[in-house]
């Protein structure tokens, strides 16, 4: 489904939004990884940004758990993946908002705190953000009976560069890049992308996010590698796109390229492209989760009420 037009709601919608967003609270902080984090090397990195909610420097991941509303579990899951260009995470505006409104609707809410590609602390820069989404995964359903969650009703969902993120960690499942001696399922069960990165080509990429990826010079192969619409499969996850027409900054053809393939290989997609909006119009109009939640109920993975 391709819904091009753009529903502006007004302050009764801004009230909504605003109480959604700041009722739910966070349960619990969990480091991703219960030994060391993989692919690092000692460096004298130091996280900043906690007070602004945009970090930069992160060393030691996390997931922050926000437990759904009393009464609504539904028994899915979230695992929310902030954009800004993979040089910092807009934790706070993209990461636990939406959590909190997630949370709200009955689904268990994990922000992810993850390493940005850094030559400094990473001896592979180029997987390891890919490697703390696999992780968080991982370690989301391993634990699903802990938190009251259904180990099947697992998504991820991204922002910008952390779209780009979750699409990487939707389609390059099938290969762990990280321990996973028992073998636990790397898929995601569905993925949610807002006005993501998709493409490492030049027609289509975000230049500020390619270089912190891959570097100023990558190669064709890795260029290819994480052009995630040359990586959709028939058992690529079920989809939610969602995108402004006139995004200045991640062009609307990232989404739509990736709507096209997911839909020849026959895989279950809705896409919302709005007229208006530019990039990160989350923080404009907060009526845009509505036609993502009503998808939820349609597939299932939060309750008709």
Request: proline share 6%; glycine share 8%.
């Amino acid at each position: 489904m391709m819904n091009c037009m753009w529903r502006v709601s007004g302050a009764s919608a801004l009230a909504v939004f605003l109480f959604l967003s700041f009722t739910a609270q966070s349960q619990e902080i969990i480091p991703l990884y219960p030994a060391a984090v993989p692919n690092s090397k000692p460096a004298d990195v130091q996280e900043s940004g906690a007070e602004s909610g945009v970090l930069k420097g992160i060393t030691k991941p996390t997931l922050e758990y926000y437990k759904p509303a009393p009464g609504k579990a539904s028994g899915a899951a979230v695992i929310v993946i902030a954009g800004g260009g993979y040089g910092v995470v807009v934790y706070k505006g993209e990461g636990i908002s939406t959590a909190k409104a997630l949370a709200e609707q009955g689904v268990a809410a994990f922000v992810l705190k993850y390493r940005l590609p850094s030559d400094a602390i990473m001896a592979d820069k180029k997987i390891g953000p890919l490697q703390d989404a696999q992780q968080a995964i991982k370690r989301v359903r391993e634990n699903a009976t802990q938190w009251g969650i259904d180990a099947n009703k697992i998504g991820i969902m991204g922002f910008s560069a952390g779209g780009h993120l979750a699409a990487t960690a939707a389609t390059h499942f099938e290969k762990a890049y990280i321990d996973n001696t028992p073998n636990t399922s790397l898929r995601p069960d569905f993925q949610i992308l807002v006005y993501p990165v998709i493409s490492m080509r030049d027609s289509l990429t975000h230049g500020g996010s390619r270089d912190n990826l891959l570097g100023k010079t990558p190669s064709r192969q890795d260029i290819d590698l994480f052009s995630n619409e040359l990586q959709v499969r028939a058992n690529t996850p079920p989809t939610y796109l969602t995108h402004a027409a006139d995004d200045k900054l991640v062009d609307v053809d990232n989404s739509i390229a990736y709507f096209e393939q997911l839909r020849r290989q026959k895989v279950p997609v809705e896409m919302h492209i709005y007229p208006k909006g530019d990039h990160g119009f989350i923080f404009r109009h907060p009526g845009w989760m509505e036609p993502l939640f009503a998808w939820m109920k349609v597939n299932s993975w939060i309750k008709n009420e």
